[in-house]
């Protein structure tokens, strides 16, 4: 018996079985089912239906199923490619440290203080404040930092990894620069970094060989050279000095007591004019200074490079990247870490 008739296009009645209905037979009503419980399910874990480009839009979002798993333990360095980078006078920044290293800088600077019975950070004692420590900008962010990226669980296997996650194996120098008394504030800041060396997580010299850690302290500015060689606060040695590039030759600073050499561009090279092009003879300094800091197994830096004009400031970079400086000490970080450092004339 036929359910219902179809009129023909010449007018004649057909009828039409209920076998030819697809939303009828026992396959397709098994077919409607699946996909209700799928979209119920999707709805479960990824929220309502997102109709634009992005299908997994709702993921981690409130309400879903998937709302813990949207976090991942490294998130916030886990796209940073780290830059041979110097974050010169990373305190004045926004956020301190983390700005730095969102941008991929290996090297953070901090000018301290000890005022007291604490260290304070900033560039003169105008800028002080009492919440602004060594502490609270630097030496917690980077426990907090550094227990994330070495968890305590059944899947860690130990290994030391520093703060970037695209690259575990990078240190981070944590450049100090002493502004009162050398004597009195060095041993405060042994004390302070306490909670990264009792971790493990400090760059270290024993027996004439330098291990590197997550964090490498150097210090600079009034830090005592001789209370460095002297090891008089740990043992081994989890702190360093920043030489001066300029004065290597006639020096005993190696990686074992040292790890940046450093010297003002002003006063070792010279003014660079218009262009931004050195003479050959500032060349030849440079490429000696270079010279005999890789020697000595240091890591170059220039600091007080120039800042204006920006196509002088850009040529000086790219001369020395590509000179091979061993840190570029920037102030203008979205410049500096936005170029392709693996091209030449791309500053």
Known sequence: MADMVDVSSSGVSEPI??????????????????????????QHFLGPRNTGDDPFGNWGKPGTATEELAWYPTDFLRDVVPLPC????????????FTALYAGCTGVE???????????VGHDTASLQPNRTFQSLYVNPLVDILTRQNPSTDFYNGTQNGVFDTD????????????????ETWPWIMKQLEPLRERGWL???????????PVTVVGTGNTPFDLILGNSTTSPRVAFFDAPLDKLEESGFNSTNSYYASVDFWDAIGQVWWKGEPSQAQLGKIRGHLREARSRGLVSRYWGLPAWPIH??????????EEGIGMLNVDDLDAATKQDWTKPGTF
Request: proline share 6%.
């Open 110 to 120: 901090a000018d301290v203080w000890l005022r007291n019975g604490d260290l304070l």
């Open 203 to 213: 760059s270290y010299s024993e027996n004439g060989q330098f291990h590197q850690g």
């Open 312 to 321: 002088v400031r850009n040529r000086v970079w790219q001369v020395l990247v």
């Open 17 to 42: 079985s209920s076998c030819a209905h697809p939303l009828t037979t026992p396959t397709s009503t098994l077919i409607f089912l699946v996909v209700s419980i799928s979209e119920t399910v999707a």
């Open 168 to 183: 575990p194996r990078q240190t981070l120098v944590l450049l100090i620069d002493l502004k009162t008394n050398g004597p």
């Open 86 to 97: 110097h974050s010169h006078n990373d305190y004045w920044r926004k956020v301190p440290l």
